[in-house]
């Protein structure tokens, strides 16, 4: 008999918003191509021209900031989480406490792909430490390591 396997978990965008408290302009997930719980998720966010940062980041060359690389690989740890350990996403967060070893090695522009991939390093009651890569036609243009929290939602 032949051995059974499994699809891949995935999400779209509809999935995603039931997860993650963010909106317009900054939901920076698209859609989820793969979750293995506890372990890894990989991802994508379309970079699209009229997102609002690149009317200033840099008008005659727009270039996706940084830190809102770090923050599509952050947002794809948070459905991690809540795929190893579900959370009420109604009344719960997910804060971002922190990044290590962060590097930006190639520029991400509009009309690009951004692949992301996070994977757990530690977790422990509430608090996730993971590492994420972006990039872009297989060439990674940013990595890091973040810590986040899931909190409540009323302070």
């Known amino acids: 008999m032949p051995e059974r396997t499994q699809a891949p978990v995935t999400l779209d965008i509809h999935q995603i918003l039931s997860i993650l ?3 317009y302009p900054l939901v920076m997930v698209d859609r989820v191509t793969e979750i293995t ?4 998720i990989r991802g994508y966010k379309c970079v699209a021209y009229n997102e609002p940062w690149f009317q200033g980041h840099f008008p005659q060359r727009p ?3 940084g830190v809102l690389i770090l923050e599509s690989l952050t947002q794809l740890g ?3 989480a809540y795929a190893s350990d579900p959370f009420d996403a109604t009344s719960n967060l997910m804060f971002f406490l922190g990044i290590d070893k962060a ?3 190639h520029t991400v522009t509009p009309g690009d792909r951004l692949d992301l991939y996070a994977e757990v390093l530690h977790h422990r ?3 996730w430490k993971l590492r994420g890569e972006a990039s872009v036609d297989g060439t990674l ?3 890091g390591e973040m810590l986040a929290s899931i909190v409540d939602r009323e302070p």
Not at 37 to 40: D, M
């Open 63 to 65: 270039i996706m900031p």
């Open 125 to 127: 009651s509430n608090v």
């Open 103 to 105: 590097k930006f090695r």
């Open 78 to 80: 948070g459905i991690l």
């Open 37 to 40: 719980a506890n372990k890894c």
């Open 21 to 23: 408290p963010h909106r």
């Open 141 to 143: 243009c940013a990595e």
